[in-house]
């Protein structure tokens, strides 16, 4: 992230330490950020809108979303899968 920063920095000055952190991320978009996180193992989701969230890749694959009449409903977590659905889900790992 272009930090030249030490553990003991956040301690010293966490509110100089916040402030910089906050002005790198304000640096770059939410989809700027997404992508340089793309193939990298790191835990990185960017926040979604109920919009995006419902056409995010890792929510249609899981079905995370359902259609009842003219509604998009989210569905309750955790999400308990039938033996089948779980042999699926697996063998894209």
């Known amino acids: 992230m272009g930090?030249?920063?030490t553990v003991a920095?956040?301690?010293?000055?966490?509110a100089a330490m916040?402030?910089?952190i906050e002005a790198i991320f304000?640096?770059?978009?939410r989809d700027e950020w997404a992508e340089l996180f793309v193939g990298k193992n790191a835990c990185v989701t960017p926040v979604l809108d109920?919009?995006?969230a419902v056409h995010f890749r890792h929510n249609v694959e899981r079905k995370t979303f359902v259609k009842e009449g003219?509604?998009?409903v989210p569905l309750?977590?955790?999400r308990m899968y039938s033996k089948e659905e779980f042999k699926t889900l697996t063998s894209k790992l």
């Not at 920095?9 to 966490?14: F, Q, T």
């Not at 304000?26 to 978009?29: F, I, Q």
């Open 50 to 52: 109920l919009d995006e």
């Open 9 to 14: 920095d956040v301690y010293e000055d966490p």
């Open 70 to 72: 003219e509604q998009i």
């Open 18 to 20: 916040e402030a910089e």
């Open 3 to 5: 930090m030249d920063r």
């Open 76 to 78: 309750p977590a955790p």
């Open 26 to 29: 304000l640096g770059k978009t």
